[in-house]
């Protein structure tokens, strides 16, 4: 079992204990990889072309498609999980939301 770190590594701990699975720092062919949630699947998809593996969130902000997901939640919703700090928390909302107000910048070639 291999979790992403922050939140994911967080939860294949828990799950690694609970179902006695090993825990890997990379991860392989044949393993489960699980993360806390899936929002824009840029951190999934960093590791989607590895072979035989399967993905698992505890929440996707949208209905997932080669990922399974525990909870489906409506995009808005901000998302506070166990293990996160909830001062820190309220100050990452913020920041997100100031940086999806912001207008889209054109990359210059």
Not at 3 to 16: D, E, N, Q, T
Not at 36 to 51: C, K, M, N
Request: hydrophobic residues 45%; aromatic residues 14%.
């Amino acid at each position: 079992m291999f979790g992403f770190p922050r939140g994911g590594l967080c939860l294949a701990v828990a799950l690694s204990h609970s179902l006695g699975i090993p825990l890997i720092d990379f991860p392989k062919k044949g393993c489960l990889v699980v993360d806390d949630v899936y929002e824009t699947g840029a951190t999934l998809r960093s590791i989607a072309e590895f072979p035989d593996i399967t993905f698992f969130v505890w929440v996707s902000k949208v209905k997932p498609d080669w990922w399974e997901a525990v909870e489906v939640c409506d995009p808005a919703v901000w998302l506070v999980f166990p293990w996160e700090n909830k001062g820190s928390a309220v100050a990452d909302q913020k920041a997100y939301k100031y940086k999806q107000s912001l207008p889209l910048r054109k990359v210059s070639e």
